[in-house]
């Protein structure tokens, strides 16, 4: 078994500010794996190891990604692969997908893919779909358990709003992984140092036999802004009685009991 | 040439979904603005019911393919049926709610077709003749506007409360399509009701407890009875989901459910930045709080500084003799 985990590096907390041109700056905010990316590596580690598999992590992004792709080789990743290339900065999810989809058809033999169901700077939660129908595999997305992964076959829970859905499928497949699917791994520091040597090898566009103009324009960003001030609100005073009688009259005013 | 701005009617157990209805309003709403006509797009079995039901909520135009392989929803089934629609009639919009199961379909359907999807908006409307749709990023902190390229349709998956149902049903034909050969790759072999879920996405009032409750038997004794007589559901802040008194399924915030519902009362939570993610663009706010410094007031309607213990039970009291509930 050869699994993908598909990571992306995101800032550890949102307050991010926009540049004139729309672009994001993240400067000064620690760059961290994105949170439901650590569940897909820690599920991926797991059943390469049932499976005497291994586990390659790809990510798309700059330079400094290379720092999330070392940490997943210290939870136990066998090799990395970063994709930068000076015309992928403002790629969307879609033309993102793309470029990791020609990636692992570069790699052949890959038989999964793990992904996070949403990554928690651009929230879109569209690349594991997308990657699924580029490679022409098969998606189980919000997977919550794996019950059973061999190299034929993969059964799992999705879990949705309201229901638990038990689907099955075969491999190749890709899977989008939710929180709390499993207990993420701390890497040791023996680890870490280990790794840190670790060649990563960055491909580019033209590695993968794609152009830039293959991958974008189907969603613009026509605007960034930050979000609009809530409305100033009130505090109540008077002593508790008063406050709750104050507010319960309010809240009878403006319909909302 | 005006090919119609589609609504897929979303449905459940032969009823249409409350956000179906709300789309076809603001379905209307893109149509008239664009010169185009109002249709809906059925995908299931025996479906029949449907067509009326959408027609009634102001579709005109029922476009429908009826098979027994949409008997479940399957990425593949769901994909291939609409492709297929899309292919024989060509509209201009489409726009599907923003369930999980809605974005995985369209996820993958905007990839199948090599066209634009905006996903999860808190907004669209025509501006200066085009589609412009709005949707929140980065936990909030960032408003992105996103317009399309010249791939149709353009596919957009909405919040819940965007739109308004419409009071006029719609006129016109139900045209159907037939299933194409499709090969489903994943087999649903159950599904059950989650025990302990929760819709917060679709709740009106949701009522949170955060580290400020003080325990998880103070939780449950004060949250869940002041969000049943306010008519709504309860929620809560990682802090106390991560300390294992209340189940993920509840966990409002950037790493949790992003909410919207008309009340959103924030009792003992301190209002960290990620979890404003979850919950700012609520209608109301209401906090409750002991610190006045607490940064959850900068973002409420209505603030009450005070300690849990004496506000909530005083509150529950106050709105069942108010309600009767
Ligand atoms: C990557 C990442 C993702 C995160 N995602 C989320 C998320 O999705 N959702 C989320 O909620 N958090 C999230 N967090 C955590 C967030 O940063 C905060 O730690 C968390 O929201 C704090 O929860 P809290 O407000 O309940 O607790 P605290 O911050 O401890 O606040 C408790 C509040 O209760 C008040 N209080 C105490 N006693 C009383 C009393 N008797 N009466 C009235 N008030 C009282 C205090 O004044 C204080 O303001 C995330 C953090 C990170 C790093
Ligand atoms: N640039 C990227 N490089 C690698 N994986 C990515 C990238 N962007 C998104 N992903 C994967 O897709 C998931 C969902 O991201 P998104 O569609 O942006 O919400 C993430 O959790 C990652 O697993």
Known sequence: MHAVVCVKQVPEQNSVKINSDTTIDASGITPIINLFDEYAIEEALQWAEKNDGKVTVISLGPDDATDSLKKALAMGANEAILINDDSLGQVGAQGAAKVVAAAIQKLGDVNIVFCGKQSTDDETGQFGPALARFLGWPQLTYVFKVHELTDSQIVVDRALEDTLETVEASLPVVITAVKDLNEPRYPSLLKIRKVSKQPIPTWTLSDLGLSADSLGGTINIAKRTPPPPRPSGEILSGDVQTQVKELVQKLIESQIL | MAHGVWVLIEHKNGEIAPITKELLGKGKEL???????????????????????????????????????????????????????????????????????????????????????????????????????????????????????????????VRRQVGQPLDAAGSGETINVAMPQTEIRTKVRNVEQRTGAVNLADAMVIVSGGRGMGSPENYEKLIPELARVLGGTHGASRAIVDAGWVPYERQVGQTGKTVAPKLYMACGISGAIQHLAGMRSSNTIVAINKDPEAPIFKVATYGIVGDVNDVLPALTEEVKAKTGR
Request: no cysteine.
């Open chain 2, 31 to 157: 149509a008239d603005g664009l010169g185009q006509s109002l249709a809906g797009l059925v995908l299931g079995s025996n479906v029949s019911g449907l067509v009326e039901q959408a027609r009634a909520a102001g579709a005109g135009n029922v476009y429908v393919v009826d098979d027994a392989a949409l008997a479940s929803y399957t990425t593949d089934g769901y994909v291939a049926a609409a492709k297929a629609a899309i292919e024989a009639h060509q509209p201009e919009v489409l726009l599907t709610g923003s369930s999980l199961q809605m974005r995985d379909f369209t996820g993958a359907l905007a990839a199948e077709l090599g066209t634009g999807l905006a996903p999860d908006v808190t907004g669209v409307s025509i501006e200066g003749g085009a589609v412009q749709a709005v949707r929140p990023s980065h936990g909030a902190n960032v408003i992105n506007a996103l317009t399309f390229g010249s791939e149709r349709p353009m596919i957009v998956s």
